[in-house]
């Protein structure tokens, strides 16, 4: 089982619209989470890091359930420019792979006019 | 921009030979580290270097290796270069507070014949 899974989509959805990502991650030792985004080719940008009271920045709002292992990703008013590909994140340091993130495969969302 | 920088962008090696790669990282960082994306998926973990020394490893062969420098800039060396070692390969920078947030840098395309 991979220790990061998101569903890949892609998603769809026209400008405006409220768009939903959920992830769940299998370590429960896990200690930060985040969601990237990245662009096709290009190198993931961190989007915002998650904390278990939720966090907002603009219409971006994250939240964490640490009791059921689960992390979402909600973007509100959809632009055309929100198309891109996001990737559920988590860090579970240990002696093994230090701070080391493990990825989900990443979400694709296209914005359509 | 993060700051981090990565050289070559792109790369095309035969089977068999050897490759380096380069990152420096962003100014106060003194964490890097490397990651493996193959087409379609996340980011794999390859290693983690902190003050010049290997903090952690992932599921990687040994002819995958790397050093740090007193700057904090770092290499990766991958020898015996095989067709599945196509990909893109990401560097991020860390600092060791907070959130442990990692910074990535915009990568460098090896190609493999």
């Known amino acids: 089982r991979k220790e990061v899974e998101q569903d890949p989509g892609p998603f769809n959805v026209p400008e405006g619209a409220t768009v939903a990502f959920n992830c769940t991650y299998s370590n429960s030792a896990s200690q930060s989470f985040f969601w990237y985004r990245q662009d096709c080719r290009k190198e993931p940008k961190l989007l915002m890091s998650?904390?278990?009271s939720g966090n907002e920045d603009g219409r971006f709002t994250a939240q964490l359930n640490r009791a059921s292992q689960y992390i979402s990703l909600l973007i509100r008013d959809s632009k055309l420019s929100d198309s891109a590909t996001y990737l559920c994140v988590v860090n579970s340091p240990d002696s093994n792979s230090g701070y080391a993130l493990n990825f989900g495969k990443g979400t694709s969302l296209l914005v359509t006019p | 921009e993060t700051g981090v920088t990565q050289s070559p962008t792109h790369l095309i090696k035969t089977r068999g030979q050897q490759v380096t790669l380069r990152c420096s990282s962003q100014s106060g960082h003194n964490t890097v580290s490397w990651y493996q994306q193959a087409l379609g998926q996340g980011p794999q973990f390859i290693f983690q270097?902190?003050?010049?020394?290997?903090?952690g490893r992932g599921n990687f062969p040994p002819r995958f290796s790397g050093l740090q420098f007193p700057n904090y800039s770092s290499e990766l060396n991958v020898n015996a270069l095989e067709l599945d070692d196509s990909a893109l390969y990401l560097c991020a920078s860390s600092a060791r507070t907070g959130n442990y947030e990692q910074y990535f840098g915009p990568g460098t395309r090896l190609t493999v014949t």
């Open positions: 998650v904390y278990s």
């Open positions: 270097y902190y003050r010049e020394e290997e903090n």
